[in-house]
């Protein structure tokens, strides 16, 4: 998954953006419109204010494909002298928001160099963590075994190569043979990666899971592990390697775990539609009697009803004290 993903060459999220929106594979909140980055860069504003307002703080997102969240947040903070900082490893696609940008976002390949100024941070990621590489496991009914790729005949194909690490499952119910489901052990890496820099701040992470148990449920017989191409989901990531999504949700409690042993705090775990709605009541009534918004409020519909987005997507966010 990592190769079929991030492959600098032939990863299908190196090449040049254009896998989000109508015209690509699948559909995000950015892709609704400015609204969703201006709803954030509110929150992220409150933020910075109840952390006294410092002078040099910095916004670090994670996954930022073309840039538009990133340009849609900065266009609303305005002059707040927030640093945003895109952490993107592949080179074209950080090459073309440099280019794109002309400037305003600071795209660095890691987050090292962060750690050499650390400041109060807000750390992000849309739809980021559904797309770190996973283990796929099926249980014989007692014990879980991890399945690897093999190449056969210019074709891939599944294999069982044995018991799985006793850490990686060590959490997981037992579950009938023919069991298949994913698992992640790199969600900790990743957020301290993230954290590299911040001298106390928030993560907010958005993204599509469920808590373990009911992810792991007995019903759930064949996992949550999806490819996307052109707005059509499927379930075989070995078919096109390298021209379609990868995707598995999120385990929220594993996130959660993830950010209490690094020391933060879980604040808000709920539905986008929920989280949206509260942040927006602001701007909600700063509408009242104008006639002129109505594009902003389908799309604000779009983001949070049920039925649409709303429930879509869940969303943690996590505080970090000052050191």
Request: hydrophobic share 40%.
């Amino acid at each position: 998954m990592a190769e079929a993903l991030y492959n600098p060459d032939q990863g299908y999220y190196a090449r040049p953006a254009g896998q989000v929106g109508r015209g690509g594979d699948f559909f995000t909140s950015v892709s609704v419109g400015p609204l969703f980055g201006r709803l954030l860069a509110a929150h992220i504003s409150a933020w910075w204010q109840e952390a006294g307002s410092p002078v040099r703080w910095r916004i670090v997102e994670a996954g930022a494909n073309d840039g538009s969240l990133a340009l849609d947040i900065l266009a609303a903070l305005e002059a707040s002298g927030a640093e945003y900082v895109v952490v993107e490893p592949l080179p074209l696609l950080a090459e073309a928001l440099r280019q794109r940008s002309a400037g305003a976002l600071r795209v660095v390949d890691s987050t090292t160099s962060l750690a050499e100024d650390p400041l109060p941070s807000f750390v992000l990621g849309n739809e980021v963590l559904d797309a770190l590489p996973f283990h796929v496991i099926e249980s014989d009914g007692e014990l879980w075994h991890e399945l690897g790729v093999e190449v056969s005949d210019g074709r891939f194909y599944w294999t069982d190569v044995g018991p799985a690490p006793a850490d990686l499952v060590a959490k997981l119910p037992t579950r009938p043979v023919g069991y298949m489901t994913e698992v992640r052990d790199n969600i900790g890496s990743f957020l301290s990666a993230m954290a590299t820099g911040m001298a106390g701040g928030r993560m907010l992470w958005l993204d599509y899971g469920f808590d373990r148990e009911d992810y792991y449920h007995e019903s759930r017989t064949t996992g949550t592990l999806r490819t996307f191409s052109r707005h059509r989901a499927a379930e075989d990531p070995l078919e096109s390697p390298g021209e379609i999504d990868i995707t598995a949700h999120v385990d929220f409690t594993a996130l959660a775990e993830a950010a209490e042993a690094m020391g933060g705090t879980v604040i808000r775990d709920q539905r986008q539609g929920l989280f949206l709605t509260e942040i927006a009541k602001p701007w909600l009534l700063s509408l009242e009697g104008r006639t002129d918004v109505a594009k902003d409020l389908r799309a604000f519909q779009t983001l949070t009803h049920p039925g649409q987005l709303g429930a879509k997507f869940r969303v943690m966010e996590i505080g970090f004290d000052p050191p």
